[in-house]
């Protein structure tokens, strides 16, 4: 019984499906640089697999230190007394938090600052694979770090991460995030018209996912007006339904399935030069360790 209240747990609703996910890091990796490709090919199946991770976390209900982990995943930005492009919502949490109050804070997502957080720790990783005495573990520790930040950063990247109607609730179009973000995109997986992967200057990470967010909302009411177009005289969400839905929203969801690898790419170069661009070999070598006596 209690397996089944766990496995009942909503966690389909606010991620890009966990077949999105993998398909995006996989995207990603294989857009990396030639300076760093080569340490992340060596556990290509490894990070993709550990990149729908985060999802399972909401599963089983973990916490950290700022809380629920489900909010990691977005930020209603539109749920915040402003309008877009929302400079008047605060980029520091603590700011944000004396802003709205903590409870509503944590309501309306934290994605910005997981995602500034997990980048602290690719960096720290990176600058750990530079030391002379590393441990056998810090490169999978580096590539394990690398899966979770790409998880985030393609979360930015979903419209329905960031705004308060992200499961058509509000507007009677139920179950319109999974439709956008996993059913069209696996019904299309094998024809996607997709731009090059493209690794660009980040900056600062937290804006750099902010401007991720807000470029997200603008996006949604294009896509819950093709829903309703594509809804129209029909009964079922059949193949009609994703033909017609398709016609207007798949170039938007194949915008943003790009500039999400594109993303991640991006992103773990930065850390990666944040880091003082250490050295990634493919393989540890494996001098044998010696003996303390
Ligand atoms: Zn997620």
Known sequence: MMAAVVLAAPVSIRAWGMD??????????????????????????????HSADPDLWRVVGLKSDLGDEDPNH??????????????????????FVAKYGAERANKAGRLPWRAEEMYGRLVAAFRDMG???RSAYVADNARYISAVLAHYIE????????????DGQETNQHGI????????????????????????????????????IVESQS??????????????GRAV????????????????????????????ASVIVAAWTDAGKPALPAQE???PARIRR
């Not at 640089?33 to 697999?49: H, T, W, Y």
């Open 20 to 49: 999105v996910h993998r398909f995006l890091t996989k995207r990603a990796l294989d857009g990396l640089p030639s300076d760093v490709k080569p340490f992340f090919d060596a556990r290509r199946d490894f990070i993709v697999e």
């Open 131 to 133: 030391r002379p005495n």
């Open 237 to 264: 969400y059949d193949d009609g339904y994703y033909a017609a839905f398709g016609s207007r929203a798949l170039p938007i969801a194949e915008k943003r399935l790009s500039d999400a690898a594109s993303a991640v």
């Open 219 to 232: 996006l949604v009411a294009d896509v819950l007006r093709a829903d309703r177009l594509a809804t129209e």
């Open 74 to 95: 977005f930020l209603d930005i539109d749920a915040l007394d402003d309008v877009p492009p929302f400079t008047h919502v605060p980029h520091d949490w603590k700011a």
């Open 285 to 287: 070598s494996k001098s």
């Open 155 to 166: 979360d930015a990247h979903v419209p329905f991460h960031a705004v308060q109607n992200y």
């Open 177 to 212: 995030h999974s439709r956008f973000e996993t059913e069209l995109v696996l019904r299309n997986l094998q024809t996607l018209k997709l731009t090059p992967v493209a690794v660009r200057p980040v900056g600062n990470v937290r804006e750099f996912v902010f401007g991720a």
